[in-house]
């Protein structure tokens, strides 16, 4: 990078041969694998659903599935590559950020066929053959606000498709322009650059879909010393509600050291762990035992699903599900209903990785609960911590078992 035209660590232009008969290579023997396919299955329904929905085409279909797909004969071909950008840490010694571009183009043949159900009941279908696709894509890996990489041409590529769509046997040529313009405006909207999406997999592991650490992993840490906090300044308070003589009121604030870090002492505002939980199922005929309650939208729209009752000695009891559970992902698929939940823990054998979002009263940690426990100021027990002023009285145990009120519904798994 030192040796950049420029010395702002900005490469020369490279040939990548031997790169791309590397990637063709791996391609070629996974390119049928079961893994391959369902990940391009997957994330082709995801672009053909946001096509269906924000085009006005998606007015008059009711459904679109991916009937067949080949992911054709070639991977796609690297012309040139060169560093465009590179930011380093403070101490030099870590990329913060680096940024490539690459002529690339690609000629395998990309072909799906799907099936689509109009609201009239009438059953179409569409044939789509990527010929070629070809420009110059920027690819940045950073480490800000985390780990992510991401890809999107800089300028409108070369685009050339094969369409033929036919319903009730009857061909369509006319709707195939329509077709091939929602397919190129589908990909100036969201894969050219400025237009681009953050993405983790397989490069990196998604941040919102890993577990915490546990508690008891910070036991080690030795406390040393003294903590002093000093307040600089308090804002949004009502000054409206004092009298008069403002001498009357004294104006203060209470800093509490728990066992637990972030202990709240506002009843309604939770912090929480992320924990991975194990679920195994070996039949299709012992229940679940899990009772979900009816929860309101969150901010990013999304309506959680939470645990309202687990049953004893049930498949989710011996899993360590607990009532008030968020489950946040499975097998690292984002939960968002509970028919979602429902396909996978019902119709699913073996093992799955649950992930759940757990209240920090309702995590399992018997040595950080022992009130014995002191930690000094030189890390033993012998010398514990001075309190000044009153000791705020112990938080009521959040019960075990939660049930729903009667008006709410739920659904139960039995």
């Not at 690339?104 to 072909?111: A, I, L, N, S, V």
């Not at 009438?122 to 890996?141: D, E, F, Q, T, Y």
């Not at 054998?349 to 018997?366: F, H, P």
Request: charged share 25%; glycine share 6%.
């Amino acid at each position: 990078l030192k040796t950049g035209d420029d010395g702002q660590g900005i490469s020369r232009w490279e040939s990548c041969h031997s790169i791309s008969v590397f990637l063709h290579m791996l391609f070629q023997e996974h390119k049928d694998t079961r893994l391959l396919r369902r990940w391009f299955h997957k994330r082709l329904q995801i672009e053909l659903n946001d096509i269906s929905t924000r085009s006005a085409a998606g007015r008059l279909i009711q459904e679109i599935r991916i009937r067949d797909l080949s992911l054709g004969t070639k991977f796609p071909r690297i012309n040139a590559v060169r560093v465009e950008n590179v930011e380093m840490s403070e101490d030099k010694n870590v990329f913060e950020k680096i940024t490539f571009l690459i002529d690339m183009d690609y000629t395998g043949g990309f072909e799906t066929s799907i099936d689509v159900t109009t609201v009239f009941g009438k059953k179409a279908n569409l044939s789509v053959k990527l010929s070629k696709l070809a420009g110059m894509v920027r690819v940045i890996l950073s480490r800000k606000p985390y780990n992510h990489w991401t890809f999107s041409f800089i300028s409108t590529p070369e685009l050339a498709t094969e369409v033929s769509s036919q319903i009730q046997g009857h061909q369509l040529k006319r709707l195939i322009p329509l077709i091939k313009e929602s397919i190129r405006r589908a990909l100036q909207r969201k894969h050219v650059w400025p237009n681009y999406k953050i993405r983790y997999r397989p490069l990196f592991p998604n941040p919102f879909l890993q577990p915490s650490p546990p508690l008891s992993a910070f036991m080690h840490v030795k406390i040393e010393g003294g903590l002093e906090v000093t307040v600089l300044q308090g804002t949004r308070l009502k000054a409206s509600l004092l009298e008069k003589d403002p001498s009357c009121y004294a104006v203060y604030c209470t800093a509490t050291l728990d066992y637990r870090p972030f202990l709240q002492n506002v009843t309604d505002v939770a912090h929480s762990l992320n924990v991975m939980l194990t679920f195994s199922r070996h039949d299709m005929v012992t229940p679940i035992g899990l009772v979900f309650e009816k929860t309101a939208v969150n901010a990013s729209g999304n309506r959680p699903v939470r645990v309202a009752i687990v049953e004893e000695g049930s498949l989710a009891d011996k899993a360590a599900f607990k009532p008030g559970d968020t489950l946040l992902a499975i097998n690292n698929v984002p939960i968002r209903s509970e028919r979602q939940v429902h396909r996978f823990l019902q119709q699913t054998l073996g093992d799955l990785l649950v992930l759940v979002d757990r209240n920090l009263d309702d995590i399992d940690d018997d040595i950080l609960k022992d009130p014995d426990v002191l930690v000094g100021t030189t890390g033993e027990n012998e010398e514990p911590f001075v309190c000044l002023g009153e000791v705020a009285p112990p938080r009521a145990k959040t019960p075990e078992r939660r049930s729903v009120s009667p008006g709410s519904d739920s659904t139960c798994f039995l």
